[in-house]
């Protein structure tokens, strides 16, 4: 079974610059997690979707950060204008989803590095 | 304000010598424990799910165990391939039927050397 895929894995912008993530979570799961990692610390939860709509994005800065889940299988988290703080992992994760299974299976990051 | 806190943030270990990873809890309603490992560079992988008191879970040098106020992940006979992150992290039940937000710890970084 293919796991979480995500991409870039590593990007490395200027401050003020827009970046966007993509993730590709695994098949047949309706749960998407995006998470920021920030080193040292375990990740923080920024947005859930349930299939394509969103469940929790009480923690996503708004004013900069956005993400799109359309057809309830792909996903991409969007920065603009970056900040030096926004510096960290960006982890995709995906579960089952509700009553089914909360088990979250995490992809391999993307590191950002904003200068 | 729901919180994990994990102890130590660091744990250094030689081969074989047995030891245990902590992880306190404060939340309003827990519906499950979840443990992760995460080696540097990588995503976390999931180890296991604790759902209530009492409860543990082996898999191979590990075993986890859940009380009503904290976990542990004990560590028997390590190997230098258990070094790695060890992330704890609460399921919320406020938000349980809205599709299950897990509220991670700071992680326990483990180092065992031969």
């Known amino acids: 079974e293919a796991g979480v895929a995500q991409s870039p894995r590593y990007k490395i912008i200027e401050k003020r610059q827009s970046v966007a993530f993509w993730c590709n979570p695994i098949?047949?799961?309706?749960?998407l997690y995006w998470y920021q990692q920030i080193l040292g610390q375990g990740p923080k939860l920024l947005i859930q979707f349930q299939n394509n709509g969103v469940v929790d994005d009480s923690q996503l800065p708004k004013d900069r950060f956005s993400a799109e889940r359309l057809k309830g299988v792909d996903s991409t988290l969007k920065i603009q204008p970056a900040k030096l703080e926004d510096s960290a992992v960006y982890l995709c994760a995906s579960s089952l989803g509700w009553f089914q299974s909360y088990e979250q299976y995490f992809g391999p990051g993307t590191r950002l590095t904003v200068t | 304000e729901d919180q994990v806190t994990q102890s130590p943030e660091a744990l250094r270990l030689q081969e074989g010598e047995s030891s245990s990873l902590n992880c306190s809890y404060t939340v309003s309603g827990l519906r499950g424990l979840f443990w992760y490992r995460q080696d540097p560079g990588k995503g976390p992988e999931f180890l296991f799910t604790?759902?209530?008191a009492g409860e543990e879970k082996e898999k191979e040098r590990l075993k986890a165990t859940l009380t009503k106020k904290e976990s542990f992940l004990h560590i028997t006979a390590p190997k230098p391939e258990d070094s790695a992150t060890y992330l704890c992290a609460v399921l919320n039940a406020t938000i349980y039927n809205q599709g299950g937000k897990l509220i991670f710890g700071q992680g326990t970084e483990l180092s065992v050397k031969p």
């Open positions: 604790l759902y209530s």
């Open positions: 098949s047949g799961h309706a749960t």
